[in-house]
Every structure is written in structure tokens, then in C-alpha cells.
């Protein structure tokens, strides 16, 4: 026989492929060629699976081996098909019998030794597998965990080449995935924390139940970064579907902890500001890496200290916001990551970021007013809700812990709102107020009385407001009337919903 085929499997973006990797050996000068689109890692892969080869005490074929990845027009990255190369290679020489490996996906990476490397992005490969029908897979012991988690896939996994070679000839067993368990000592921190605030608190409570951006402005130490990252804890558990997403996306960048299970809270991404654009939006050679932006997909983006970012990391955030993916530029084509993120940013008055009222700061209004213009150009027209906290009075802080609303509580507000916005809108394009198309919030259905908008117009008609505040002021009015169990927003709400707006400097 000089003819083998192995099957494995290709990222585009997060979707994968199937990939059949076919092997042909013929006399004639001892070389490898690749065909297929192959990129300088795949390359690599050459002498890798070379080595895996002899070092495994095979021996390797001194003829010509054509190496085929079909479809040859998808683009293919990263080193997932070293495994499926080596035993096609095998097969084709005879030596091998591939029968075992009828409609089996094999992934996985060659160590120079012979052993199985892990690889990035297995679980969307075997999910994808999985829709077209294939029900075993093959892959290293170290992904196994998270290739199990496709349902109805049968997975064994392989530490070494020689151990997949046996299996094959009968001499011995592949290995079994360890289970998934939760990795312990991952609590969110809790909105009982934090004292006082009650605007703040109110902030990211409205944020959670309408998935609107949220900005908190305010001096050091008045708890912006601690309402923050209590955001997450009051949104509820991703679904099937966006849980099986995120964790693609985890999966894709190499942050999956071997054994983790389904990521099924919202993800939170706190990139620094010192964070390259790469780390931000994704990027690097091979297969991409997902940046801070899609590993938030679905959670939260929370950029601490905004304008110490630099201009272009905020610029080039901007596009993706508004669009909810990410398209990154390669060699060869571009990538597109989903990127459907709740912004949340936070930002001190002024860069010296000492206390308000201390007598050490020396900032001049217009250096105050330039730090913050570095995030209102770009990023702050999109923010729904603008807050800014005032200073943590000491009687805020001593008071009893036990008495304040927990996030279990303000989450459970939370999950009844967005349960009646997700109800309202259904087959209108939105899962939540924040989401709501302002085409759809200006339909005569849904438009509210004149009375109830009357400041809203006007604040329109002088020009104090733009159009796109106008909206989502309106936007914020409905999740306060579903957090209140209201029909529809009244003047009250519009009023609330214009003091979260405008409740800053800015
Ligand atoms: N509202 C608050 N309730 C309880 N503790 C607070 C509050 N605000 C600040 N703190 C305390 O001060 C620390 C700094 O708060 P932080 O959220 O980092 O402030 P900021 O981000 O506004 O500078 C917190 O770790 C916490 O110990
Ligand atoms: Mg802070
Ligand atoms: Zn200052």
C-alpha cells in the first residue's frame, strides 16, 4: 500500500473544519513535499515528524511522500497535524494498519522524542468533528480533558507517539481522559463588599440587567475597581451555546487549565494598560491568538486607569465594540474572532492620581481635562452609563457588612430583568436593553408617551445631547423599569436613566 489517510481537523476563526490528511509514497528521490496551504510552522512539522518517527523505532521511508491537506484552499495553522502526518506516513509504507482509525479525528503535536504535544483550539476542532458525524477522537492526554467535553464524543488520548503506533498494531491501549472538575478557589468577589456607593452600586447593577457599557469616574480609592470587578458576579450562567463559545475562544488562546470543564460564568478580562495592541485584540504568527477582547466575549472588558492606555490600543478597540468581532490581518487572510464584550472602564480625575482635595496635587483643570479627553474622543461616546463616585465617607465604611445587598441577591434582580427585556424583544435583534436597535426603540410600539420624554427631546432639540445619548438613555430607562417590574419606563425612569448618563464631569 502507498496510499493512507488520516483525518483531522483546521481552525477558521472558531469554527472548525475537517481536514483528510493523505499520504502518498513512490519511488523516486527521498523527500517530503507539502501541498494544501500549508504555513512555515506546518512547514516545521517536516522535520519534527521526522524525528518523532525514527525516535519511536520506526524506520523511515526512503521514497518520495506527498503530504496532502484536503480542502487544499483552507488555510491551514498551527501543529495539530503532526500526529495525523506521522501515521499517514506510516500507513502509507504498509508497515502500519490504519483500519483503527476509520472516521477517527486524530489530533496533535510531535515532540522531536516521539511524544504527543498538546495543541490550541482542540475543543472547537472536535466539536466541529462531532457536527459532521465523527464520534471518536484521538488526542494528546493533555487536551483529553477538554476534547471529552463534546457530548457524545468517544476520546482517548495519547502520550506518545509509540503509543498510538501500538494501538494500532494491537500491543497496547490508548489512555482514558481524566474528568473535568472545577478548579477550586475561583470565587467572584461579592457586591456586599462594598460600602456606600449607592450610585455605583445601582451603576452595575443596571449595567448587569441592561448589558449597557458602564464608565466610573472618581478620585483614588472611592471603590471604581471594586465595582468593577463585582460586575460579573451579578450576570447570570452563559448558556449552552455562548458557554461552548467562550470556552473555543479559551481553548483557541492557550488559557484552558487542563481538567477544566465548560466555562459556564462570564468571562472578565482586566488587560493593563500597558498591554500591547496584540494582547488587546488577538494576534501573533500561526494560528492567532484571541486577545483580551474575545477572551471577554460574552463577559466583561474591564480597562482600569482608561487613559493611561495608549491612543492606539484605544483605537483600535473602537471598530470591534461596535461590530462585536475582531478581524485580524495575517500573511494570508484574515482571522475574525467574536468579540461581543460589556465594556466597563474606570478612570481618576487626574494622572498624578493622588486623593481629591490633597494639597500635593498640581494638576491644572487642563491637564485634568486632557487625561480624560483621551478616553472621551474615542471610547466614551459609546458608554451608556457615566458615573462618577464621590469620595468613600469613613461612616459608609464601618457599616455592617451583613446588611448590604450580596451579588446573589442583586443577581437574582438581575436575571428577572433581563428574562422580561429578553421576552420583549425576542425576533428583534436583541437579548437585552442594551442591545435594542434604536430603529426599533423609535417604532410606534414600543415609543413612549411625550410627557414621559419631554426633557429627553429637549435636551435634544438645544443640542445638550446627541442622538446616540438620546437612544441610549431611552435604552437605560427600560432595564430601570424592568429591574422595578414597571410596563414601561415613565418620567422617573428617564430621569434616573439621565442622571446615570450625566452623573459625571464629563
Ligand atoms: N466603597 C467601598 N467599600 C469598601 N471598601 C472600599 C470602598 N472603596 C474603596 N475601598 C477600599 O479601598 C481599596 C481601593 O479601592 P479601589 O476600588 O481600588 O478604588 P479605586 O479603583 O476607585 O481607586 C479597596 O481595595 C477597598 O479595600
Ligand atoms: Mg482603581
Ligand atoms: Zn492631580
Redesign the pocket.
Known amino acids: 500500500m502507498s496510499y493512507a489517510m488520516v483525518l483531522c481537523a483546521a481552525l477558521e476563526g472558531v469554527a472548525g473544519q475537517l481536514v483528510r490528511v493523505e499520504a502518498d509514497l513512490a519511488p523516486g528521490l527521498p523527500m517530503v513535499v507539502l501541498s494544501g496551504l500549508p504555513d512555515t510552522a506546518l512547514n516545521e512539522a517536516r522535520e519534527r515528524v521526522r524525528a518523532a518517527i525514527t525516535n519511536s523505532g520506526e524506520r523511515w521511508p526512503q521514497q518520495r511522500i506527498s503530504i496532502n491537506l484536503d480542502p487544499a484552499d483552507l488555510r491551514k495553522r498551527g501543529s495539530s497535524f503532526d500526529l495525523p502526518i506521522a501515521l499517514s506516513i506510516l500507513g502509507g509504507t504498509g508497515t502500519l494498519p490504519l483500519a483503527g482509525l476509520d472516521g477517527v479525528l486524530v489530533l496533535g503535536e510531535l515532540g522531536l522524542d516521539g511524544s504527543v504535544r498538546p495543541v490550541r483550539g482542540v475543543l472547537p476542532m472536535v466539536a466541529a468533528a462531532a457536527r459532521h458525524g465523527v464520534a471518536k477522537a484521538i488526542v494528546p492526554i493533555r487536551n483529553a480533558a477538554e476534547a471529552a467535553l463534546v457530548p457524545g464524543m468517544r476520546v482517548l488520548a495519547a502520550d506518545t507517539l509509540g503509543r498510538v503506533i501500538g494501538f494500532l498494531r494491537g500491543s497496547c491501549t490508548l489512555l482514558e481522559p481524566p474528568d473535568a472538575a472545577p478548579l477550586p478557589g475561583r470565587a467572584e468577589p461579592d457586591l456586599a463588599?462594598?460600602?456606600?456607593?449607592e450610585m455605583?452600586r445601582l451603576g452595575v447593577e443596571l449595567a448587569a440587567a441592561g448589558g449597557h457599557h458602564l464608565a466610573?469616574f472618581?478620585?483614588?480609592?472611592?471603590?471604581?475597581?471594586?465595582?468593577?470587578?463585582r460586575l460579573p458576579s451579578l450576570l447570570p450562567q452563559l448558556d449552552d451555546e455562548a458557554s461552548l463559545e467562550v470556552t473555543a475562544l479559551h481553548s483557541i488562546a492557550g488559557t484552558l487549565a487542563p481538567g477544566e470543564p465548560l466555562l459556564r460564568r462570564p468571562p472578565y478580562q482586566a488587560p493593563h494598560h500597558t498591554s500591547s495592541v496584540a494582547s488587546l485584540v488577538g494576534g501573533g504568527s500561526g494560528l492567532a491568538r484571541p486577545g483580551a477582547l474575545s477572551l471577554a466575549h460574552r463577559g466583561v472588558l474591564f480597562l482600569?486607569e482608561a487613559p493611561e492606555f495608549s491612543r492606539q490600543a484605544l483605537d483600535t478597540l473602537r471598530q470591534p465594540l461596535e461590530g462585536g468581532v475582531v478581524t485580524l490581518g495575517r500573511s494570508r487572510g484574515v482571522v475574525v474572532y467574536p468579540a461581543q464584550v460589556q465594556l466597563v472602564l474606570?478612570a481618576?480625575p487626574c494622572p498624578c492620581?493622588r486623593p481629591s482635595g490633597d494639597a500635593a496635587c498640581a494638576c491644572t483643570p487642563q491637564v485634568k481635562r486632557r487625561y480624560l479627553g483621551r478616553v472621551s474622543g474615542p471610547l466614551l461616546d459609546r458608554i451608556d452609563i457615566r458615573l462618577t463616585?464621590l469620595p468613600?465617607k469613613a461612616a459608609?465604611?464601618f457599616t455592617d457588612a451583613s446588611l448590604r445587598e450580596s451579588s446573589q441577591v442583586v443577581a437574582q434582580r438581575v436575571a428577572v430583568a433581563r428574562d422580561t427585556a429578553a421576552t420583549r424583544w425576542a425576533g428583534l435583534g436583541a437579548r437585552c436593553n442594551g442591545e435594542v436597535p434604536g430603529t426599533v426603540l423609535r417604532q410606534r410600539r414600543w415609543r413612549l408617551p411625550d410627557d414621559v420624554t419631554g426633557e429627553l427631546r429637549h435636551r435634544l432639540d438645544t443640542g445638550a445631547m446627541s442622538a446616540r445619548g438620546h437612544d441610549r438613555v431611552l435604552r437605560m430607562a427600560w432595564t430601570l423599569s424592568d429591574l422595578a417590574g414597571l410596563d414601561r419606563p415613565g418620567k422617573e425612569e428617564i430621569n434616573i436613566a439621565l442622571t446615570l448618563r450625566d452623573g459625571g464631569t464629563l
Open positions: 463588599d462594598v460600602a456606600g456607593q455605583g466610573l472618581g478620585p483614588p480609592g472611592a471603590g471604581k475597581t471594586m465595582l468593577a470587578r482600569d474606570a481618576n492620581a463616585l468613600l459608609h465604611l
